[in-house]
């Protein structure tokens, strides 16, 4: 999947529990090391240290890593966002956010305010790609006649799927969807269905769980969450399961 100029490994990581420890910054320069290339992480998180944590960790950032962050989360109002996308730079040491998202839609106010409010940090170079939070259709179609839109991130997961129509038509339009509680909290993965796929390729139900949104479409990136290197390894090698067709509509219907 590539995001503008730069090839995304298709399981990237989630921090929204990143705090800014000596061991949370060596975990985060530990998963790009592994093989982790896309970091998304949000204003709100743990009172923004997971952005500092992060920009303590990688600034300068290197180039092959796209580090997304998130604003708006309960106020889209043009002034909000332009001093959060503000704070938000400062925290990643950067001049530059490679991927920013609104992350809600505010009922207050039009989307198109909010917007235009992160083109124009944009055309001021603070960013280079924008993406949107917890949409569906209608809400992309009306960002998008403002601007190229670069990633949908949704709550999506084996046992969560509403967004189905939206990931169809990010890959038709090759956005990047990016679901975010993959896993489902783990509660759809308590059936015998996922467990015997599982033994079958000598994989973790977590695995499969992964291992079926990479096939559902190219486009999808999921972002698990995870303070663990060693579950952040085993999420990368779900890469390399192939689920059969069958095995992909069996656990589909696992609802």
Known sequence: MRLGSTDINRIGLGTNRLTDTEEHRAFVAEAVGAGINLIDTAHLYTGGESEATIGAAL????????VG??????????ETLAAEIDESLRRLTTDTIDLYYLHRVDSKVPL???VEAIVEARERGKLRHIGLSEVGMEEIERARQLTPIAAVQNHYSLSERKYEDVIDYCERDQIAFVPF???????????????EIATAHGASVAQIALAWLLKRSPAVVP????LSLDHLRQNIAALEIELSDEEF?????VQ
């Open 112 to 114: 198109e305010r909010s």
């Open 181 to 195: 509680y993959p896993l489902g909290g783990r509660s759809g993965l308590r059936n015998d269905t996922v467990e």
């Open 69 to 78: 962050t998130k604003g708006g989360f309960r106020d889209g109002r043009p």
């Open 249 to 253: 509509d069996a656990a589909r219907h």
């Open 223 to 226: 972002i698990p969450g995870t």
């Open 59 to 66: 600034a300068p950032f290197p180039e092959e890593v796209v």
